[in-house]
């Protein structure tokens, strides 16, 4: 992340989704309240350091992209020709481990709390009495396993193994493409079965850690949203649920490639939790943001401690909107942030005149005040001073609202999809969907932003 922007990905990342301000009445003692992003928006490509030698990578697109036929081998780094001794006993342990997880996967969508502890070492058990808890109150679905290459041993410890794994998960729908998240697992192997010593945070560079391998967690499912938060905030869950499957209903609109998501997956954080979910550094001004995890999902963060009700269903507008446009890809990085940003202010407001959008304040001072007039300079720092952020957000809210006054909805989310999620050229996008020189455009875009904010 440069300057708050998601640079634009690498091979086989998707790119975070930007973040969206508080308006700077929600602050409660903040600049200007803090959600994208990732990957598809907000959140950043872990940085990998530190971790295990396993973990370095992360899992190969080769691996997580099964064969023609469906399959994918997941013991597959063992050298070519005959197996040496010590890597058939490498293999062989790796087949155990796969099986005790296979079991694991089905007490966990079982409901079986006494068979998912089954193969753990006690020491283990209150991490795995958490994470059941946690999912089990999301409704897992699915809980996929694959081991990916062949168990190491842990060094400095005899008898202990580890394995990176693969875990693919769905939450209320059945049938839904599983999100992967890599975890690391510590085996200890010797008489008998191996045991689970552990498991430990995702390293998945996508999202970085997910709630429930951390926290405790409550949850409330509707026919479009599935809203969690921690215990300690569980009074918030039932206007949280209402106000989802409100917005739900209007981020479906932006659905712009194929259908909109199966569930909408919200998270409300604590203080502590907003810290710690996803990687946590969030620009100071971030109310919420959505983050990809994989298999076309994003999932959504409000931060508890910036939102009163007043301004809940706008911005649960907001970040729903990009989770419905934005694929695993995200978005190209900061020259389309104007766009992605607009088009969820547009869908935040929900049709409501333009001289009650409250953030025209910010956007006189900012169009009056030094802004270079283009609208791919628009994005602001993570550092940036309130005023300046509410500024950015609302010259791409007012630049996309004169494109849907003047070519309509339809027209403007083809020129979204152009732009965003096919990366074509600003100026080619505009040419095609629209038919106008988008140098023209542009400026008639800015003239609109100026004339809105007078």
Not at 40 to 56: I, Y
Not at 320 to 326: D, E, G, M, R
Not at 374 to 386: E, I, K, M, V, Y
Request: charged share 20%; net charge neutral; proline share 8%.
């Amino acid at each position: 992340m440069a300057n708050g922007v998601a640079d634009d990905p690498g091979p086989g990342e998707a790119a975070p989704v930007p973040v969206r301000p508080a308006r700077p009445r929600w602050a409660l003692g903040l600049a200007l309240a803090v959600i994208l992003a990732l990957l598809g928006g907000g959140v950043p490509a872990a940085v990998l350091t530190g971790l295990p030698q396993w973990a370095s990578d992360g899992p190969s697109a080769a691996w997580l992209a099964p064969g023609p036929d469906g399959s994918s081998d997941r013991f597959d780094d063992a050298p070519a020709g005959a197996d040496a001794p010590a890597t058939t006993a490498r293999r062989r342990l790796g087949e155990q481990l796969a099986a005790q997880l296979d079991r694991q996967a089905a007490a966990l969508l079982g409901g079986d709390r006494a068979g998912f502890l089954a193969i753990a070492d006690r020491a283990a058990r209150a991490d795995l009495v958490r994470r059941f808890d946690a999912l089990r109150a999301l409704r897992v679905t699915v809980w996929q396993v694959r081991p990916e290459g062949l168990p190491t041993p842990d060094t400095g410890r005899p008898g202990q193994w580890r394995q990176p794994v693969v875990f693919r998960y769905c939450l209320v729908v059945p049938d839904c493409t599983p999100s992967p998240v890599l975890v690391g697992t510590r085996w200890r192997a010797g008489d008998g079965a191996p045991r689970l010593l552990a498991l430990e945070e995702s390293r998945s560079a996508q999202a970085g850690v997910r709630p429930w391998e951390v926290s405790e967690l409550v949850a409330a499912v509707g026919a479009r949203t599935v809203v969690a938060t921690t215990p300690a905030l569980r009074r918030a869950l039932p206007g949280l649920l209402a106000a989802a499957e409100e917005a739900a209903k209007v981020a479906d609109r932006y659905a712009v490639v194929g259908q909109p998501p199966d569930r909408y997956r919200v998270f409300y954080a604590g203080q502590g939790e907003w810290r710690r979910w996803y990687g946590g550094g969030r620009p100071r001004w971030t109310a919420g943001y959505a983050v990809g995890v994989g298999g076309g999902h994003h999932e959504v963060v409000l931060n508890a401690d910036a939102l009163p009700a007043s301004g809940l269903g706008e911005l649960l507008r907001h970040e729903l909107t990009h989770a419905a446009s934005l694929t695993d890809r995200g978005h190209p990085g900061r020259q389309t942030w104007w766009l992605v940003e607009g088009l969820a202010e547009y869908a935040g407001a929900d049709g409501a005149p333009v001289h009650r959008y409250e953030a025209l304040e910010d956007v006189r001072r900012l169009v009056t005040g030094g802004w270079n007039g283009r609208l791919d300079a628009l994005a602001p720092t993570d550092t940036a001073p309130a005023d300046r952020v509410g500024g950015s957000y609302g010259v791409a809210y007012l630049a996309v609202r004169h494109l849907v006054d003047r070519y309509g909805e339809q027209q403007m989310l083809e020129f979204f999809r152009a732009a965003v999620l096919d990366r074509q050229p600003v100026d080619e996008a505009a040419e095609r969907v629209f038919g106008d020189d988008w140098p023209t455009l542009h400026d008639d875009c800015v003239a609109y932003v100026r004339s809105a904010s007078a």
